[in-house]
């Protein structure tokens, strides 16, 4: 069973830094394209980044040099550094996987959800 989880959430003052860990089990997620989604109350869930198989990186605009992406293949672990925060950063991340799956010979690709992990940057 395909499983996500997300830690290291919590509340910080804005200027802060944080470090969310997404731990995977139940499939090889180097196989899979990887990303941090968050969702701030009354908002459509964004995508704020993200990383391919191959490791390329990709970042929101709302985050772009303040946040950082990277994945420890051996741990399964998928990490998101989030430096400078700031209070509209506030929301609940979510690790997602993007993981290819074989179907009768045609590719397919199965998304998995973290539960998500809460994030709150006071001023």
């Known amino acids: 069973q395909v499983q996500l989880v997300e830690s290291g959430g919590g509340s910080v003052q804005a200027g802060g830094s944080l470090k969310l860990s997404c731990a995977g089990s139940g499939y090889d997620f180097s196989r899979c394209g990887m990303g941090w989604y968050r969702q701030a109350p009354g908002k459509e869930r964004e995508l704020v980044s993200s990383i391919s198989s191959g490791g390329t990186t990709r970042y929101g605009d709302p985050v772009k040099g303040r946040f950082t992406i990277s994945q420890d293949n051996a741990k399964n672990t998928l990490y998101l550094q989030m430096n400078s925060l700031k209070t509209e950063d506030t929301a609940v991340y979510y690790c997602?996987?993007?993981?290819?799956?074989?179907?009768?010979?045609?590719?397919?690709?199965?998304?998995?959800w973290g539960q998500g992990t809460q994030v709150t940057v006071s001023s």
């Open positions: 997602a996987a993007d993981c290819p799956r074989r179907v009768w010979g045609v590719m397919r690709v199965d998304k998995y």
